[in-house]
């Protein structure tokens, strides 16, 4: 079959995995939130994941001086306020607040979880070499939280421009890991 030429531009759209996540940041005492989708997972145990943050982001000036932040996952329930964290900036309002999402203490670091998200990951900054370069940040996961209720999590997966996949069949086949 005839493969076509596709613009650079939108590779992105191809590749990304997702989920697409909330990270949640706190300075001083007022929490900040954020919409990502350029995540990977990098070890299993301790886990690491990497992301991609722009510096042009509030969110980065925060987690570059703190070192840590929340991974939050939403589901397709709240689909409008991810979009909404994703296109507005904690330099000029309270996206807890506006959005509707509340913020719930964490164990080990002092962002907040959101609590409208079905997991949450607790992280610190292991790694910010590549920070200043790429907004790449190695991110160490420290505690993590699910909610036992929810078994088919309905996740977010960005397509890039607007349009995103919604986590739906899952089928299970043999595998080497226990
Ligand atoms: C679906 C979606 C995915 C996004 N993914 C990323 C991302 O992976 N990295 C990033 O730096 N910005 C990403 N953004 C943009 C930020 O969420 C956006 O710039 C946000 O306003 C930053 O907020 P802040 O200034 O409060 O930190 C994404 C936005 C949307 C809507």
Same mark, same amino acid.
């Given at each position: ?45 301790? *886990? @690491? #994941? +990497?992301?991609?943050?722009?510096? !042009? ?6 987690? %570059? ?27 000029k309002v309270d996206?807890?607040?506006k ?12 962002? *907040? @979880? #959101? +609590?409208?998200?079905?997991?949450? !990951? ?6 910010? %070499? ?49």
């Open positions: 079959m005839a493969k076509k030429s596709f613009p650079l531009s939108k590779v992105y759209s191809l590749l990304e995995p997702g989920p697409v996540v909330l990270v949640t940041t706190a300075l001083k005492g007022r929490p900040n939130v954020m919409t990502m989708s350029w995540l990977t997972m990098m070890e299993f145990e301790p *886990p @690491l #994941v +990497g992301c991609v943050m722009s510096d !042009l982001n509030y969110s980065f000036d925060i987690l %570059k001086s703190t070192k840590e932040c929340v991974i939050n996952i939403p589901t397709v329930e709240i689909a409008a306020k991810v979009v909404a964290c994703g296109n507005s900036s904690g330099r996206k807890f607040s959005f509707g999402l509340t913020p719930v203490a964490a164990s080990r670091v002092k962002a *907040p @979880l #959101v +609590g409208e998200c079905y997991a949450n !990951l607790e992280c610190k900054v292991a790694d910010a %070499k590549l920070a200043a370069k790429y907004g790449f940040f190695v991110l160490e996961v420290l505690k993590a939280w699910i909610d036992p209720l929810i078994k088919h999590p309905r996740t977010l997966h960005h397509r890039g421009r607007g349009e995103f996949m919604i986590a739906g069949e899952t089928i299970k086949l043999p595998s080497r890991m226990k």
